[in-house]
Nanobody
Framework: QVQVVESGGGLVQAGGSLKLSCTAS????????MGWFRQAPGNRREVVSC????????YYSLSAKGRFTASRDNAKNTLYLQMNSLKPEDTATYFC????????????????????WGQGTQVTVSS
């Protein structure tokens, strides 16, 4: 069955960096667009970044643009999110999703069922 597992979260000071990883198994990873989303307490889940199956198109939210970099290694079935210049408002649980709907200026995971999501990894940025 499909398994999606995020890792790499933690506690970091403002201005610091973290690199998240997401490994997906039980599927043909290279055939799916992938995405990073986050959810802070009391807030709705929001998109952070999405990447097409061949990495030709990468979408970033306004809050992520210029600070975060998404990448993927299809040989390792792994998606990455390099986060630099972290801010306290980046504090959230970060989720990885398989088979997002995306274009250069759009990304959504609203159509996905539970098995398309990982369990999340917590990122806490202290001021």
């Amino acid at each position: 069955q499909v398994q999606v597992v995020e890792s790499g979260g933690g506690l970091v000071q403002a201005g610091g960096s973290l690199k998240l990883s997401c490994t997906a198994s039980g599927l043909s990873f290279r055939t799916y667009a992938m995405g990073w989303f986050r959810q802070a307490p009391g807030n709705r889940r929001e998109v952070v970044s999405c990447i097409t199956r061949d990495s030709a198109i990468i979408y970033y939210s306004l809050s992520a643009k210029g600070r975060f970099t998404a990448s993927r290694d299809n040989a390792k079935n792994t998606l990455y999110l390099q986060m630099n210049s972290l801010k306290p408002e980046d504090t959230a649980t970060y989720f990885c999703a398989v088979n997002v709907a995306m274009a250069a200026d759009y990304c959504s995971g609203a159509h996905l069922d539970a098995k398309s999501w990982g369990q999340g990894t917590q990122v806490t940025v202290s001021s």
